[in-house]
Every structure is written in structure tokens, then in C-alpha cells.
């Protein structure tokens, strides 16, 4: 690093992974500084700066040279496990310099002084880690803890759905349960469904248990499809919490998000099943990921939001360490869950092998991925088509912008849910010539009649901007076309 890239991290000022000392303190202070950064996302000290101004004051040779020696001798001597530190002296001018020590993220975690605290970055600050969930939480990072091979307590073999256990069998080994050749629950230990002492695993509960949610009541789907593009928003479209096994909560899932997306022809024929806005193929990717890899340790549901220019899907945890954003989209993966990976590795599609974002991305899906260390959350925000539904019906329809079409629509129909003012629009457009109720369902990507006709078609029709045309011997089925007066919008 130069002098000039040094100045501009100094004049930025202190955050979670730039830390200023005037002079090197006590082995103590430096080691609750060292031991901080290492059981986050790792840093810098910098050395000959002070700490409230950014004022570069600056070491002498000497004050280097001692500063740099006791770094290293804190880092090994103070901090448990042994750090390894890296150090850069850059000048400031003729005869004073600045000491940086840089830190790596941990692999090791939690790293703890000779006292045996633990610190974790708090912003520029430190703060001291007590609960035990906490300290659960950076050995799970370090990969040395896996909760989903814990055990639940109070549960037992009764707790487990035989069917599901005969089910994997039958579809991995080729055999029911009572071929295996071991007795039923020395086989659901074997499978690691049951622990040693005969409670269930977390993972054996949770993918092969009668009713997860009774123990675990947090491992869950929250799902909510809000109107208009606020989660603060009083009203919803449609709202589930689904509960059952992983794999229940998987199909579930992409159950609701089928039933609150749309689907369109994308110059399919006519005849054809629509395909949903959204890729689902990517959606199927992101959300059995979310439910494999989520972090278990957290007391929080995964959680599917649809907006009507987004989809999220968030789930509790953040990467694992020492993952980035960017080792998604090249295929890298760490298994947070290894003993659930591989419980959906045989039996649902997941493969357990990274390349999910990567078959999400070759979908054309567009993601956004937010590592949210503040939240402990980690979301995939997909953007749904820039005007919903009515894109596809408009193919063909060149130079035609659905906010141009009827734009005093919401004076002339009331009764229209405002939500539903592009699907009119579409209806509007496309009935320039006689249309039936199911062209204008495909059109619009609805799969119930009722609704239709409740929120457009009945609005449209007594707001006098579409009237019906009997049909004839060759088109015996009722047709709808633009009144004379919509005309004129």
C-alpha cells in the first residue's frame, strides 16, 4: 500500500475494519483490538494516528521498531488461538512514519485473550461477546460447529415419519426399511435422523419429522405478497406461513410464489402453459438454497416477499466466512449444513456441488445479493418485469408504452384496484378487436376466472369502457371489444 492510498483511508476515519492508535498501549488493549478483528471480517491497525482526530502524528525508527515487536509478540503470546500478523511501515515524511498491522478473518473462531474474553467488532468499536448463542455463532463460522447435527431435545423416535425414512431408502438404497438388514432405530441412527442418546438431529427433524415446527417453531416460511412496493404497506395480497418438512417447505414455497407471480406466453403458442415472469428455475435455485444453508443457530423464519417490482428471498444468517458475493456467482460454496445438504442432495433437486446461483444466473434472472452483516440475513432480490404482467401481452406492439395507454383510467373506473390498473390496461388494448375472457386471463397471467372478473372484467364493464360481442357459428364463445367512447381516451 502507498503513502497516497494510506491517506485516504485515513481520511475516511475509523470503521469496523480500520482501527487508529496513537502508540502502541499496552500487549492487553491490543490484544482485545486483535482478537475483535479477528473474529470479524479481519482489518487494519494503524499505528501513529490518533484515534479521535485522524491527526497523523507519526513514529519515529525506534517507536517502529518496538511497535512492530510487541504486535508480534501480543498476537502470539495474548491471543488464543495464535494470530498471524502482517506489518507495513509507510513514511510520512523525513523522519516519522506510520506502523500498519494488518489482520486476517479468523479461521479459527472465536479467538479469545489470556483472560479468555471474546471481542467482535461493534462498528469502529469493540464490544465484549457473552451469550452463548453468540459464541455459538463464530464457531459455527469457523466450521468446526455444525447445528444441524445437534440433537432436539425432547424429541425421540416417535417424532420421526417412518413413510419419509421409507421413502429416502427405497429411493437411495433400493430397499424398504425392514430390508436393511439393522433394526429401525439403530437404522435412523445410522442414517444420523436419530443421535446416540435417541433424540432426533436437527436435520433428521427437521427433513424427516412428523411435525417439525412443534420443537422448532422458528424453522419456517414466512411468505407475504404486499401490494405495491413498501413492506410497511397495511394490506396484502396474499400471506402464508408455511410449515412442515424441508421438503414440504420447499414445494409450498414455490406454490405461493407460482400463485402471486404471473405467467406469461413469451412467444409460446397459444395453447401453451405460460411461464412465470420470473425464471423458476432460479427461484427453485435461490429458495432450496435459503433452506439448506440458512443458519440454524438463528431464531428467525426464512422469509418470501413479492412486491410488484421485486421478489425477495431472505434467509437468517450470513455468508459463511470467508465467503463473498462474488465466490457465489464463480460457483465456490462452503456447506454451512452439511448433514442436511445431504439429506436434500438425495431426494429433492438440490446437488450440493455450488452450481445453484450459477444455473440462477444462466437463467437471465435479474438478482441482487445483499450480505447483510448488520441484519445477520443474507437476501437474493429478483426484479420482476419493469410494468408486471402486461409485458408479454404487449410483444408485437410496437412503440406502445402501457403508461401512455388510458391514462385518465382511474377516473373513468373507480372500482379498479390500483394494483390492477396495467393488467386493465393490457385488457384495454388487446380488445381494440374482440377478445374471450380466456385470452385475456393468458394475457394477464390469471389462472382463476372469478378473480379476473372481480377485479378488471366487471370494473371495465361498468365503467362502460368494454362491452360484450355475441358470439357467431364460428366463434360461438361471448367476446369482449372497447366501447366507441374508450376509444376516445
Given amino acids: 500500500m502507498n503513502k497516497e492510498q494510506i491517506l485516504e483511508i485515513i481520511r475516511c476515519g475509523e470503521n469496523s475494519r480500520v482501527q487508529f492508535k496513537e502508540h502502541f498501549t499496552t500487549q492487553k488493549q491490543m490484544a482485545e483490538e486483535l482478537v475483535a ?14 484515534d479521535k482526530t485522524g491527526e497523523i502524528v507519526g513514529l519515529s525508527y525506534d517507536e517502529v521498531q518496538v511497535a512492530s515487536r510487541e504486535l508480534g509478540n501480543t498476537a502470539q503470546e495474548h491471543v488464543k488461538p495464535t494470530i498471524y500478523l502482517q506489518t507495513e511501515t509507510i513514511p510520512v515524511n523525513e523522519d516519522r512514519s506510520i506502523l500498519v498491522a494488518y489482520v486476517d478473518e479468523g479461521v479459527n473462531k472465536p479467538y479469545k485473550n489470556l483472560s479468555g474474553d471474546i471481542y467482535v467488532k461493534q462498528g469502529a468499536d469493540k464490544r465484549r461477546v457473552t451469550e452463548n448463542a453468540e459464541i455459538l455463532r463464530l464457531f459455527h463460522q469457523s466450521g468446526t460447529y455444525y447445528p444441524d447435527h445437534e440433537k432436539v431435545r425432547g424429541t425421540n423416535m416417535a417424532d420421526v415419519n417412518r413413510s419419509l425414512v421409507e421413502e429416502y431408502c427405497t429411493k437411495n438404497f433400493g430397499k424398504p426399511v425392514d430390508d436393511m438388514g439393522v433394526p429401525y432405530e439403530r437404522l435412523l441412527e445410522n442414517l444420523h435422523i436419530l443421535a446416540s442418546n435417541g433424540e432426533c438431529t436437527l436435520a433428521g427433524l ?55 407471480l404471473h405467467s406469461v406466453q413469451a412467444g409460446q403458442g397459444f395453447n401453451s402453459v405460460g411461464k412465470l415472469e420470473i425464471s423458476q428455475i432460479a427461484l427453485e435455485e435461490i429458495l432450496q438454497n435459503a433452506l439448506v444453508h440458512r443458519e440454524y443457530i ?52 438440490y446437488r450440493g456441488i455450488g452450481t445453484g446461483i450459477l444455473r440462477a444466473i444462466k437463467e437471465g434472472a ?61 385488457v384495454l388494448h388487446l380488445c381494440e378487436l374482440p377478445k374471450s375472457v380466456v385470452e385475456l386471463m393468458e394475457a394477464t397471467g390469471y389462472e382463476s376466472r372469478t378473480s379476473f372478473r372481480r377485479k378488471i372484467l366487471t370494473p371495465l364493464l361498468e365503467a362502460d369502457l368494454l362491452k360484450p360481442v355475441l358470439g357467431d357459428k364460428n366463434s360461438p364463445k361471448q367476446r369482449y371489444i372497447l366501447q366507441d367512447s374508450a376509444l376516445m381516451s
Avoid at 402501457?402 to 373513468?412: F, G, S
Fill in 366 to 426: 435479474q438478482m441482487e445479493f445483499d450480505n447483510s452483516e448488520s441484519g445477520n440475513q443474507f437476501a437474493v432480490r429478483f426484479r420482476r418485469p419493469v410494468v408486471g404482467v402486461a409485458t408479454s401481452a404487449m410483444e408485437g406492439a410496437k412503440g406502445v408504452n402501457l403508461m401512455d395507454l388510458y391514462p385518465d383510467l382511474t377516473e373513468r373506473c373507480p372500482k379498479l384496484p390500483k394494483t390492477e390498473r396495467n393488467n386493465a390496461r393490457v
Fill in 298 to 349: 438463528a431464531n428467525a423464519p426464512i422469509r418470501i416477499l413479492i412486491f410488484d417490482n421485486r421478489v425477495e428471498i431472505i434467509s437468517p444468517g450470513t455468508l459463511p466466512s470467508g465467503m463473498t458475493v462474488d465466490d457465489l456467482r464463480f460457483g465456490n460454496t462452503l456447506q454451512r449444513n452439511p448433514l442436511m445438504a445431504q439429506f436434500c442432495s438425495r431426494t429433492m433437486q
Fill in 206 to 260: 427437521l427433513f424427516f419429522g412428523l411435525a417439525p415446527q412443534q420443537y422448532m417453531p422458528s424453522m419456517m416460511i414466512k411468505a407475504v405478497a404486499f401490494y405495491g412496493n413498501d413492506m410497511g404497506g397495511l394490506e396484502y395480497r396474499d400471506s402464508k406461513d408455511i410449515v412442515g418438512t424441508v421438503p414440504l417447505l420447499f414445494e409450498q414455497g414455490m406454490s405461493f410464489l407460482k400463485a402471486n
Fill in 37 to 50: 478483528m479477528a473474529n470479524a471480517k479481519g482489518g487494519m491497525i494503524i499505528i501513529g494516528c490518533k
